[in-house]
């Protein structure tokens, strides 16, 4: 096994024309958990969806656990089954109960029978606290619910990475912190993560690193307390003096 | 200006204000209301109070002339129903469109609405429904496709279009969206260019010039030939509707799955196709009423369709003059069905706006 649970060097993304990504390189070892903070339109969500191929990269090269991330499909299949993710609009399958969301992936693609999935679905649910809405659709449950599940239902894949892009953004402010807590409770048993996220207090509190990105480059990084107390960068300084609120 | 938001309960007050505004307002409502009146009643005696029922009396109809000749329905409704089909096995036919009828029904309750669920029903019921009319097996006498006729003809087309239609246009709508330009466009070009030509051409095409284009092999009976055009004219209208319920859908949910490692085909077929067909229910339905209709058209390239086995029935000397009770007969055949799915599918829409999850 790598040490490296993600690799990522010289990495080069466009949008047609448009430079999104210049040049990234970036480790994240085994269990380690990345945060990552940048402007609206720093390529944040661009980074994170590169890492299993929702955005192809054009330059540079990404590893997953050591698995080349190219164009052969099987690498690209093998790599998410090892990252899961985390949307900001929870994408929940509104078709499906919580359950069949849960057991969906599980059973199509790990094949496991239906009676194994339900057994980890339900553990998963009680874990994320809400097993008493298994029978529910995802449009009767509340945000904070609603991304609770999408929160099991990726772990439900028994995945090594998990990849959160602005889980709690699009959340009612009571609502964060349910989500969070889940999130705290995943990062203490050891799951590596990388999270884009605004949360600085959760990013104090659980993150190994703090990656500052603005124009698709990544400016700054750092220990969080580090960080947080004397950021190199003048960009950095900028932003956090807006997100902290001084 | 007659405010559109405003409930029309039938109150003394509303009918004033809508329909009794002005003098001459009133004057256009009271004729109206005359005239319709004039003609439903016409109508009812003509269809009622002078008309002629009971088996064979063609002779007192001939020199009946305000009422409905009735006893035309009574005396031919076989030869309208099952047209050339051999006398003695019309059981099967009826037998056959019954069990069709019920396919349909099912069709309709929530329990069949699974990617296999439906298809297997549809399955069954068209096999059973061609061994009953086909015969050969199971001690059934063989009766020829060239001998079929009638409502069990314009099933047998509506049921078969349906049935190759509806594969070939979720398989159209997923070209249609495909990664590769050229594959998409291509696609986007035989749809467009399909579904700018009238379906009668396609037919005249499928029936009449294909077996001078296609070699012998291929050639195979011209009511197949018609029935597969037809089913790529359908999958041409039907996949532009589903691909509209495949953009209704929002970009996180293929992206979620793909996150979740699933392959493209569990994408499409637990993902992507549930929520589409979910989107486009209601045009869906409104297809298939302008595709039953429509089948009639295979009357004009010397198909035995109900149409033209109603034309045979009221065609002899004996019953020349009952064509007008023969097209009421008919039409109401089609009415009862195009009207009950038009009824569902707007129950349906209801049903779905109410609990729009
Ligand atoms: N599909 C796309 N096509 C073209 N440009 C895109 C596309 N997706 C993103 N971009 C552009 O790439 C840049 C980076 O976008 P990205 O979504 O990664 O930013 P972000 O840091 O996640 O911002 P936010 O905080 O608003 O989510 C932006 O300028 C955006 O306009
Ligand atoms: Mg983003």
Redesign the interface.
């Known amino acids: 096994m790598p040490d490296q649970a993600i690799s990522i060097r010289a990495m080069n993304k466009y949008y047609g024309g448009f430079h999104a990504l210049k040049d990234i390189d970036l480790d994240v070892d085994r269990g380690e958990k990345v945060v990552i903070c940048g402007p609206s339109g720093s390529g944040k969500s661009t980074l994170i969806r590169c890492i ?3 955005e192809e990269h054009q330059a540079g090269t990404i590893k997953v656990n050591g698995i080349p991330l190219d164009d052969n499909v099987d690498n690209i ?1 093998e790599i ?2 090892e ?3 985390v ?1 900001q ?1 929870f ?5 499906m109960t919580i359950l069949e969301n849960c057991t ?2 599980p059973t ?2 790990r094949k496991q029978t239906r009676q194994q999935a339900e057994e980890t679905a339900m553990s998963y649910l009680e874990r994320v606290k809400i097993p008493e809405q298994a029978h529910k ?4 449950l509340s945000g904070g619910q609603q991304q609770r599940v ?1 929160i099991a ?2 772990l439900c ?1 028994a995945p090594e990475i998990m990849l959160f892009d602005e889980p709690t953004s699009a959340l009612d402010p009571e609502m964060i912190s349910e989500v969070l807590d889940v999130m705290v409770g995943l990062a203490e048993e050891g799951m590596t993560m990388v999270c884009v996220t605004h949360e600085m207090g959760f990013a104090r509190q659980v993150a190994d690193r703090v990656i500052f990105m603005a124009d698709g480059q990544i400016i700054e990084q750092a220990p969080p307390g580090e960080f947080f107390d004397n950021p190199t960068s003048e960009r950095t300084r900028t932003f956090l003096g807006q997100v902290l609120g001084h | 200006m007659t405010d559109l938001s405003m409930q029309h309960t039938l109150s003394f007050k509303t009918v004033k204000k809508h329909y009794f505004a002005t003098p001459l307002n009133s004057a256009i409502t009271v004729l109206l209301a005359v005239f319709t009146a004039w003609v439903l009643w016409g109508l009812f005696n003509w269809a009622f109070l002078d008309a002629i029922w009971g088996y064979g009396k063609n002779e007192e109809c001939r020199t009946h002339e305000d009422g409905a000749c009735w006893s035309f329905v009574a005396t031919r409704w076989r030869i309208v129903l099952f047209g050339l089909y051999p006398f003695e096995e019309q059981w099967r036919s009826a037998l056959a469109c019954i069990v069709m009828l019920v396919v349909a029904i099912l069709s309709c309750v929530p329990v069949f609405w699974s990617a296999k669920r439906l298809p297997t029903l549809w399955v069954i019921g068209f096999a059973t429904f061609y061994i009953l009319m086909r015969g050969g097996v199971l001690g059934l006498t063989p009766v020829v496709e060239r001998d079929w006729g009638g409502l069990s003809l314009t099933v047998f087309i509506f049921a078969a279009v349906c049935l190759l239609g509806m594969p070939l246009s979720i398989i159209f709508a997923l070209l249609r969206r495909s990664e590769m330009p050229w594959i998409a466009r291509t696609m986007a070009l035989v749809i467009d260019v399909i579904r700018s030509l009238p379906l009668l051409s396609i037919m005249f095409t499928f029936a009449i010039v294909l077996p001078f284009v296609l070699p012998d092999w291929a050639i195979g009976d011209k009511l197949y030939r018609v029935i597969i055009g037809y089913a790529i004219f359908f999958a041409c209208y039907q996949a532009e509707i589903i691909r509209g319920g495949m953009q209704a859908l929002p970009a996180g949910q293929e992206e979620a799955a793909k996150a979740l490692g699933m392959g493209y085909w569990n994408r499409v077929g637990y993902v992507v196709l549930p929520q589409a067909f979910r989107n486009a229910l209601p045009p869906t339905i409104n297809q298939f009423v302008i595709t039953f209709k429509e089948t009639s058209l295979v009357t004009i390239i010397g198909f035995f369709d109900i149409l033209a086995s109603g034309r045979a029935a009221a065609g002899t000397a004996d019953w020349s003059f009952a064509t007008i009770e023969m097209y009421v007969f008919v039409g109401l055949i089609f009415f009862v069905f195009v009207f009950s799915l038009s009824r569902y599918g707007a129950y349906l829409e209801h049903r779905l706006n109410v609990g729009s999850r």
């Open positions: 299993n191929r929702l299949d998410r089954r990252a899961g993710m949307f609009n994408n929940l399958f509104p078709h969906l992936a199509l693609v659709y995802p449009g009767e999408a239902r990726a894949m």
